[in-house]
């Protein structure tokens, strides 16, 4: 299995605070990624990073900011946490970014709960 | 934009049978891969099988294949000799390929099928 590690594994937070995910890889992989999952809507990406400091938005990317300073994490944040933001967050890294289709090996995910 | 469409949200089947799950895609992309992942109560990510677009043979993994469809962008998978294990949510996922770069990898999920496999 991908060494990748999520962590917390859950999380409960209330409404307003700040919050941060984290996402370890030990493949030194280039591509990292961000994903939420809701019902009905399955996994979205919220930012990803091509790089250390290079990032870009994904389709779901209002109220996250990213972080990569070192190629092994991936942080997400919420800076003030919405009812809204409630979901399974998901970390995914890759090799090759697509070029070769390789498929992105995922994290355990992260339960965050917003009340 | 591409959007990718799995229209059961739930299915079932008996152990040992076959179903098939169904998924479209819409895109103006030529140069793509398509992919199906298994998602357990465990909540693991599994990737389950893949296939280049341009490439017109089927994928097979085993037990699973798919059915792909490039002019009418379908890709269906097909399970055979259910079993127990197999109970999951199914992703449909779509990864465009740009000529001469890369789209960053950036996967595109259908809304998930939740299969569940009866003894």
């Known amino acids: 299995d991908a060494g990748i590690t999520q962590s917390p594994r859950h999380k409960v937070t209330e409404t307003g605070t700040p919050v941060t995910l984290r996402c370890h890889q030990t493949?030194?992989?280039?591509?990292m990624y961000w994903y939420r999952q809701d019902p009905g809507h399955g996994l979205r990406l919220i930012h990803y990073?091509?790089?250390?400091?290079?990032?870009d938005k994904g389709e779901v990317s209002d109220g996250y900011s990213v972080s990569r300073s070192k190629t092994e994490d991936f942080l997400l944040t919420l800076e003030s946490a919405t009812s809204s933001q409630t979901s399974v967050y998901f970390c995914?890294?890759?090799?090759?970014?697509?070029?070769?289709?390789?498929?992105?090996?995922f994290g355990d995910g992260t339960r965050l709960s917003i009340l | 934009a591409q959007t990718v469409t799995q229209s059961q949200p739930e299915m079932s089947v008996q152990e040992a049978e076959t179903v098939t799950l169904s998924c479209t895609y819409d895109?103006?992309?030529?140069?793509?891969?398509l992919f199906w992942y298994k998602q357990p109560p465990s909540r693991q990510m599994i990737l389950v099988i893949r296939?280049?677009?341009?490439?017109?043979q089927n994928a097979t993994e085993n037990r699973f294949s798919v059915n792909f469809q490039k002019a009418a962008k379908s890709f269906s998978l097909k399970i055979s000799d259910s079993q127990l294990g197999d109970t999951a949510m199914y992703f449909c996922?779509?990864?465009?390929?740009?000529?001469?770069?890369?789209?960053?990898?950036?996967?595109?999920f259908g809304q998930g099928t939740i299969l569940t496999v009866h003894p």
């Open positions: 493949e030194n992989h280039r591509y």
């Open positions: 990073s091509y790089g250390v400091k290079d990032t």
């Open positions: 296939q280049e677009a341009y490439k017109q």
């Open positions: 895109t103006s992309e030529s140069n793509y891969y």
């Open positions: 995914a890294i890759s090799d090759s970014g697509g070029v070769t289709g390789q498929p992105q090996h």
């Open positions: 996922a779509f990864m465009k390929l740009l000529a001469g770069g890369t789209s960053y990898g950036k996967l595109t």
